[in-house]
């Protein structure tokens, strides 16, 4: 928000320099980013662009100071036709000391030229020779010196400045025309140099997106009254009753809405005081109807919307209009001030009349009775409106607006009936004619202003700093709040431009921090802490979540982290065409981001596909993992069950080519298998893996992962079809999905270590033949509860079939190593173990050793 300090001024005295206003203000929450000096000097010790001085502020500091000698308030006598140029004009100028023959090229000086001396001079910006001004011609600010030349045969030496060339906005398509009242000769920095405040206004502030809002801070951070804006009219039309109504069909959407009346309106020009004050705040000017709606808007917060009356009217059939705010019906549509045509959401609330749309509440106007040049009488309305809705509206038109920043920010309902007050006596001073007498007012929902109850403990326990009851009255008051004193406590209500003060312990909270942004936040002394510092407690599942990335990272796996939101669409990529849909119910999102963030997600595994897609082409080796939730409806309330889940996914090759040699084969589903294996048992989980068949992943390159008898996921290569629809090269890509949160749980409290072995292993191969049917692990798990706690190790190195192995049976080599922690074992020991091994081999799972 950009605050011209001459119009701040209008309701404050204020004779603290810049470099303190600027401290204080940002203190107290109002960060200035930016003080642009519009003609007046920088302070001393400050240059354009930096910050300095006592106070150290993170603001950056810009401006062109005009030089009070050579840069005065002008008056054209005269605009002469120049000899030589069709473009140019010549000016008889008197600048207070001498007349001068100003060489001209604004296209706004053509209508008088040839015309003889001037009924009434032109007052204008007027720069000597050896100003110093931005060039009007160049991109940027960029500095030149007024020197004496000839152009076009000629001679020049000073001119008659635009707004760019003096550093007051970019516009440099005519030369400055000042108010009829500018004194020649008068420096032009004193009549009317300014200063520029950039305020962030963040939420939590959105109440001071106006002039008399930081007017109010400024009052209460310097302890001096406030001068509030008159909100009196004066009416001198025939009464308003009778001659429009009004109806609001959804009191919670459109709590508050005043319309007022003023015929006899001309349009033309704003006065240029106006228009530079506009302009200094950011906005550009157009007539003086809509500039008064827009300079009410910056001074007071409240935004006000024009229609033409006789438009309404004749929409009526010449009958009274009858002004509604609805919701809108399916297939709406309205042209709006921008010239688009949109069609409109069934939440969006309009101001209509019998004959549709007038204009998107809150956000903009409709082209059809928008005001123009032919209109004579206006109707101005302003209103309140539901801030969520606004919101909602301007994300979903992807229309953005002066006015709906304000209204989807919070603006109290009081602000209307003030704002409407203040757009009549301002546009009737601007544009002539009647204000029609009273106003039309509807206001069905009005909010409850909050009352807390605070004490200055309250304010010591939360501030640290002890403060008589006088003293909080007074920061109070003087913010606008009303303050009844009951011997320690205090009654505060909150003034009725305030929407931001809550109920209870949230409303204290609320107040003590009013308190302490206008005692000073730097005011407040540092202290130790006072209280026990209590018992830390550990969080053991934070702990072991913490414990599970440590070991996937270590694994080689690099960490995303996806969108929760998804489509129905994008998750079903996740099955080939042929498998059945997931009709399990979505969480759906009332406001969503955008056309395909519309629910909350089923699956994680699919939210790391899309990772994979994108990636997968410009990345050799893929190897990813994502801890995350997915959304599940319940059927015992309203929010859903929100499970952990755990994803990897790997494609590309084993390795990247390196000097050292690499493995440049592609990742399969055993290369997934044994880092799986590897994260599981490293957390001390003893993984068991079986066939099955998922829609999602290839047959016959699927298992699922169980611990114990639950099973806690499934993993594979993707399915062909599936890959397909991802878009994905043809390479494999394996994927696993487990249950998060059963991993955790099954995660043991405590294992044992056993010492380093001080006494030789013995290292044997088993070869072994079994039934097709029969699983490499099952073979591994017997082999060990066999052997006993003298076989220390088990590991498959080899899976044969040929000639030599009968049709239907296949071949598992095992390398097998023996070991006693206490002594080095003999050959009988070992010949023992073996034999009980082989005997448990042939009468369980009928193998036989292989020759």
Not at 254 to 275: A, D, H, K, M
Not at 296 to 319: K, N, Q, S, T
């Amino acid at each position: 928000m950009k605050i011209p300090l001459s119009w701040l001024k209008d309701f404050v005295e204020i004779d603290l320099p810049i470099n303190e206003l600027v401290h204080r203000l940002t203190l107290a929450g109002l960060e200035v980013e930016e003080a642009q000096f519009v003609g007046l000097p920088l302070p001393v010790g400050i240059i354009e662009g930096h910050t300095s001085g006592d106070r150290q502020i993170e603001t950056n500091v810009t401006g062109l100071a005009w030089d009070p000698e050579k840069i005065v308030v002008g008056a054209i006598l005269e605009v002469m036709s120049h000899p030589d140029a069709d473009r140019l004009v010549l000016c008889r100028l008197d600048d207070g000391a001498q007349e001068h023959i100003v060489l001209a090229g604004g296209p706004n000086l053509f209508p008088y030229k040839g015309k003889g001396p001037l009924e009434k001079a032109l007052k204008v910006a007027y720069a000597r020779e050896g100003a110093q001004i931005y060039d009007g011609h160049k991109p940027g600010n960029e500095l030149t010196t007024l020197k004496r030349r000839k152009i076009r045969g000629v001679e020049s030496y000073s001119m008659a400045c635009s707004e760019k060339e003096l550093g007051i906005s970019d516009d440099h398509e005519g030369v400055i025309i000042l108010d009829d009242d500018a004194p020649v000769g008068v420096p032009l920095a004193d009549y009317m140099g300014d200063v520029v405040l950039d305020i962030a206004i963040t939420p939590n502030i959105a109440r001071n997106a106006n002039i008399l809002g930081v007017a109010r801070e400024v009052a209460a951070l310097t302890d001096v009254p406030l001068k509030e804006p008159s909100y009196e009219v004066e009416w001198s039309g025939p009464p308003l009753e009778g001659r429009v109504r009004l109806e609001i069909h959804h009191p919670e959407l459109n709590p508050r809405f005043v319309l007022g009346l003023i015929e006899g309106v001309e349009i033309c020009p704003s006065p240029y005081w106006v228009q530079r004050r506009l302009r200094l705040a950011g906005m550009r000017p157009i007539n003086n109807i809509v500039d008064a709606t827009n300079y009410v808007m910056l001074e007071i917060g409240e935004p006000l919307h024009a229609f033409d009356f006789d438009v309404l009217v004749e929409r009526a059939g010449g009958e009274t209009p009858t002004i509604l705010t609805r919701l809108a019906e399916p297939g709406e549509r309205l042209t709006t001030l921008d010239g688009v045509e949109r069609e409109l959401d069934d939440f969006t609330v309009l101001v209509a009349d019998s004959a549709g749309g007038l204009s998107i509440a809150g956000v903009m106007g409709g082209a059809e009775s928008e005001v123009s040049e032919q209109t004579t009488n206006m109707l101005l309305e302003g209103a309140a409106w539901n801030f969520i809705n606004i919101r909602r509206t301007t994300a979903s038109q992807k229309l953005s607006s002066d006015a709906s920043y304000r209204f989807e920010r919070g603006v109290h309902p009081a602000m209307a009936e003030r704002g409407v007050r203040r757009g009549l006596n301002f546009v009737a001073k601007l544009a002539g004619g009647k204000i029609a007498e009273g106003l039309v007012d509807e206001y069905p929902l009005p909010p409850v202003d909050s009352t807390v109850e605070i004490t200055p403990m309250d304010v010591e326990r939360w501030l640290g700093i002890n403060l008589e009851v006088d003293e909080i009255v007074d920061i109070l008051r003087r913010l606008g709040f009303s303050v009844e004193v009951d011997g320690q406590v205090l009654h505060v209500t909150t003034p009725d431009h305030r929407l931001d003060i809550s109920q209870g312990v949230d409303g204290q909270a609320d107040l003590i921090e009013e308190i302490a942004r206008i005692y000073g936040y730097d005011r407040i002394p540092e202290t130790q802490i006072a209280d026990r510092i209590p018992p830390q407690y550990g969080n053991p599942r934070l702990e072991r979540e913490e414990r599970v990335r440590d070991v996937l990272v270590g694994l080689g796996l690099q960490e995303v982290v996806t969108y929760r939101l998804t489509s129905p669409v994008r998750e079903m990529r996740i099955f080939p065409p042929e498998a059945p849909p997931d009709d399990r119910p979505y969480v759906r999102l009332a406001n969503p981001i955008a056309s395909d963030r519309v629910v909350m997600r089923h699956s994680l595994l699919a939210s790391v596909l899309e990772i994979v897609e994108r990636n997968i082409r410009i990345r050799d080796r893929i190897a990813l993992f994502e801890i995350g939730q997915v959304y599940l409806t319940s059927e015992e309330g309203d929010l859903p069950e929100e499970p952990l889940r755990l994803v990897i996914a790997l494609s590309g090759p084993r390795s990247l080519p390196a000097w050292q040699g690499s493995d440049l084969e592609s990742m399969d589903f055993y290369d997934l298998k044994g880092l799986v294996d590897e994260f599981m048992t490293t957390l001390h989980l003893g993984p068991l893996y079986k066939p099955m068949e998922h829609p999602s992943f290839h047959p016959g390159k699927c298992a699922r992962i169980l611990i114990g008898e639950r099973q806690v996921g499934v993993l594979g290569e993707l399915h062909p079809k599936v890959r397909e629809r991802y878009d994905l090269p043809e390479r494999p890509v394996v994927a696993a999905e487990l249950d998060f949160n059963l991993i955790i749980e099954s995660i043991p409290e405590s294992h044992a270590v056993e010492p380093v072995p001080a006494f030789p292993p013995v290292l044997e191969d088993l070869a072994v033949v079994v039934d097709e049917e029969v699983q490499a692990d099952e073979v591994e798990t017997l082999l060990k509860r066999a052997g006993g706690d003298l076989l220390v190790d088990v590991k498959l190195f080899d899976l044969y079939r040929g000639e030599q192995i009968p049709e239907g049976k296949k071949s598992l080599a095992y390398s097998m190593v023996y070991q006693a922690p206490d002594r080095t074992l003999t050959d009988e020991e070992v010949s023992k173990v073996r034999a009980r091994v082989i005997k448990k081999l042939e009468t369980d799972l009928g193998a036989k050793l292989r020759d």
